[in-house]
């Protein structure tokens, strides 16, 4: 019973939020005694639990069900229970089961219905074939052609069809039969109650991710957008509402920072820009766009705290016209109003690396620096290499870019707060939020500076990362003054010539802001997560989280087992595998 007194203490404590590592060896019955945790005492927990790993068919989902089943309890167990799978799958998985109930006429593209029938018919019959090896498939030719046809099947459901039926279904809840826009609510009842839409739940069970009180997924699952059908899709990581006072349960913890880091380098590399010219089409927004009142008006919210001068708040309107006040100063200081272009002579030099705290130039001569020399003939800004001491600070490419992203940090900011006071708007005017996230506040918020397509997409994420950046506890003086690669994380800016673009270089930057360790904090700041492994406390980097930086960033919200703890849990595994000793 140690594990389950363990996970008792931790899970029913007075904190709302924190990490446990169990890391009792492998042969224990540590995801057993998980499971049966979760049988007992999921009713008690307030909110949900989230059980993840990394991969979704190491998910004890049927070893649950069998706990249920054991009691004569499946009705309950398929009341509380989802499986959460990716929309492909799911749609795979379920489509023929539902195929017949869809209403005639439902779709008024009849040929996306007819794609995803045909991908799943290929899919479901093929793979039939390949794992009864028959002789059916042989006019489909060998086995590594029916694999191909298979791939290429699932390839069009991803990239085309699965989306286009989804948002045909997600169009089709929108609105009522008298033109009045369906609550999240409505949606909910429609395809519960409603014989023509209660196919909708049965093929996409992620309707029901609310009303849910456990939910099993794959880390992948939990780290891309929850699609539901009747709410705008969401990330379950910047999910408030859905993570707090929950109970996430991580099976092998260590290895699921390769999944996260993955995931995070997937995440820059998507998101690199050409940083000069984001800047340049913000200073155009701010300084040619009146904007709303419907934005800049202020909430009562934002109102009263002026009033009580609780702290120093701008309006909507002072943040914007400070946004103009810097564009102006950085843009006459740089001369931004020209391109910039590389020396042909400096390109094979034109890769440099900055981190937050200090600049890493790769370049053949180390005496060098990259500095800029404005042509007012040509009206361009030449990229040269030049003796450092004979640069100005407003030739220092450096500098410039410093002042850029500083700026960028601050309309980052300014962006969130306004999308927050928006936010606040539309509560106040009784407007339905259910449907509006947090996100779509700062997309809204975004456009009116007319930002547009991978920026509003770009700039969005750093917003909704820099949340997980925020409110880390400082224990102590090193903890402030830690400069390292998980706190900082670093930036790479490089130069980019084209024939497309002949007659400018463009400066990209490629940001790795999080780590998974910060992933991690941020989950347990947020929800009490409980790490399973036999190696989840192993001191290594590149098998396991750093977990000093994780202990000093959590203090107290990271669980150190007692005295008694320990004692009985090495009594446990000595009794329990003595044998091998």
């Known amino acids: 019973k140690i594990v389950q007194t363990l996970l008792t203490n931790f899970c029913f404590s007075n904190d709302k939020a924190g990490l ?117 498939g042989q006019e489909y030719g060998t086995q590594e052609n029916i694999y191909f046809i298979i791939s290429q099947a699932r390839e069009d459901l991803r990239d085309k069809y699965e989306k286009e039926f989804r948002k045909a279904i997600e169009d089709s809840l929108k609105f009522d039969e008298n033109g009045n826009k369906r609550t999240k609510a409505d949606k909910i009842n429609l395809i519960k109650n409603n014989p023509n839409y209660q196919w909708i739940g049965k093929l996409y069970p992620a309707v029901d991710t609310d009303n849910k ?37 991580i099976d092998e913890f260590d290895t699921s920072k390769e999944v996260l880091l993955k995931s995070v380098i997937k995440d820059s590399l998507d998101a690199k820009i050409n940083i000069v010219e984001l800047f340049r089409i913000i200073c155009a927004g701010v ?21 009580n001068k609780e702290k120093k708040y701008y309006k909507p309107e002072e943040i914007i016209s400070e946004f103009k006040s810097r564009c102006s100063e950085i843009k006459s200081k740089y001369n931004l109003i020209d391109y910039h272009k590389l020396v042909e002579t400096e390109k094979e030099n034109a890769n440099f690396l900055f981190q937050d705290y200090k600049f890493h130039t790769i370049l053949d001569d180390t005496k060098s620096i990259i500095y800029m020399d404005n042509d007012k ?42 999308a927050e006071n928006y936010r606040n708007l539309k509560k106040q005017r009784n407007q339905e939020i259910n449907n509006f996230t947090y996100e779509s506040s700062i997309k809204t918020v975004l456009s009116e500076f007319g930002i547009e397509g991978k920026y509003l997409n770009y700039l969005t994420l750093q917003i909704m990362n820099a949340i ?3 409110s880390y506890q400082i224990v102590d003086l090193k903890s402030e003054l830690d400069f390292s690669v998980y706190e900082k994380g670093f930036r790479f800016y490089n130069f980019v010539d ?55 960033k959590l203090g107290q919200l990271y669980y150190k087992k007692s005295d008694t703890e320990k004692q009985r849990i090495d009594s446990f595994i000595s009794n329990k595998l003595g044998c091998y000793d």
């Open 213 to 249: 009180k456990i939910i099993f997924m794959s880390i992948d699952k939990f780290l891309v957008r929850n699609s539901t059908i009747i709410e705008p899709s969401y990330n379950f990581i910047d999910n408030k509402a859905l993570l707090n006072e929950s109970i996430i349960f």
């Open 377 to 418: 003939n040509y009206r361009l800004n030449w990229i040269k290499k030049a003796d450092k001491m004979n640069i100005s600070e407003e030739q220092n490419l450096f500098c410039m870019l410093q002042d850029i992203k500083s700026f960028l940090n601050y309309f980052q900011n300014g962006i969130k707060f306004i």
């Open 20 to 136: 446990l590592l169990v890391d009792m060896p492998t042969g224990t019955g540590k995801t057993y005694n998980v499971i049966d945790f979760i049988y007992k005492n999921y009713e008690k927990v307030k909110n949900k639990i989230i059980f993840i790993t990394n991969l979704k068919k190491n998910l004890p989902v049927s070893e649950l069900k069998a706990l249920f089943v054991k009691n004569d309890k499946l009705e309950q167990f398929e009341k509380d229970v989802l499986f959460l799978d990716n929309n492909v799958d799911t749609l795979i998985d379920n489509f023929d089961l539902i195929v017949n109930s869809i209403p005639t006429n439902y779709f008024s593209n009849n040929s996306v219905l007819s794609g995803v029938k045909r991908c799943v018919n290929i899919i479901n019959t093929l793979s039939k074939i390949l794992k009864e090896k028959n002789n059916d």
């Open 287 to 307: 300084e040619n766009t009146s904007f709303t009142k419907l934005l800049v008006e202020l909430s009562k919210e934002l109102e009263y705290k002026i009033e």
């Open 468 to 470: 997980k950046n925020v």
């Open 498 to 552: 084209s024939d497309a673009f002949d007659t400018q270089s463009k400066i990209n930057l490629l940001s790795f802001n999080l780590s998974p360790e910060k992933i991690i904090i941020y989950l347990c700041k947020s929800a009490k997560v409980v790490g399973i492994s036999a190696t989840a406390t192993l001191d290594t980097v590149t098998g396991n989280y750093y977990m000093p930086y994780i202990q000093s």
